[in-house]
């Protein structure tokens, strides 16, 4: 909330977000697979009752879908939630998308970075581009990494372009502004590896 | 270059994310070589009052998660 805030008062253009629990599988009523409060959406709504910010768009490249999320944005039309989990689905309204991944991505042949990369950039970026949010939201797990958890195969090459992938449509749909915020993923040295380049792609003009 | 805010608190190194709890033990130290950048900055996540998290939740919900033994 803190970071969103930041944002929002034009303290910096971008956050980074470490977090104690998980928040996509938080709905209303019901918490699970190691989160506990939907911080995302209570930072949305935090910035729509103080800032008058209204239009988010989120990409949630955690492994897992992103239940909890989805269950408090649907009905809502302000908010663009594109979860890349391997379900189907979009919306009526083209706001709220699941995006199917190919079977055997992981183990498949071809290189799945560039697969998982060219998936992502193709459900996201125009979408977002179309929305205008006010805001670029990145839910960012890296539980999909090769030998961690929800291993899909990917190396440390696809966060790094899924990092510059929201910071380009960042700067073409919402000004500039990005909050990440730290989903999935549970290997400290991935940790490692991962979250300081991240961030200091976010910090490149 | 953007300016980036970096929200971290150390109760997230000592059991962060509960599946392993310790995943973010190296941080903040090897955020060192970025925070000698005048871009970024490295702030303390203050904690969330309850009346946030009730703009999107069901009040059951917070002696639910304070019930849990995660």
Known sequence: MAAAEGIA??????????????GHHAGRDYFGGYCCYNDVVIAMAHLRATRGIRRFAILDTDAHHGDGTRDLTEGDPAVLHVCICGGSYTSPDGTKVDVPLPAGLLGGAGDPDALY???AEGAFAERARGFRPDLTVWYFGFDGHRGDYGDMGLSVRCFLGLADLA?????????????????????????????PPIIERMGEA | MKR????YHKSFSRRSYL??????????????PLL?????RLLTCPEAPDEWILRVHDPTLIPAVEADPL
């Open chain 1, 167 to 195: 910071c380009r449509v960042a700067d073409e749909a919402s000004g500039g502004r990005l909050l990440t915020v730290l989903g999935g993923g549970s290997r400290t040295d991935l940790a490692t590896a991962l979250i």
């Open chain 2, 4 to 7: 980036v805010g970096i929200f």
């Open chain 1, 9 to 22: 008062d034009g303290a910096f253009e971008r956050a980074f977000a470490f977090i104690g629990a998980g």
């Open chain 2, 36 to 40: 000698r950048q005048p871009a970024f």
């Open chain 2, 19 to 32: 599946t392993v709890g310790r995943r973010l033990a190296d941080f903040p130290g090897v955020l060192a």
């Open chain 1, 117 to 119: 990369l060219k998936i």
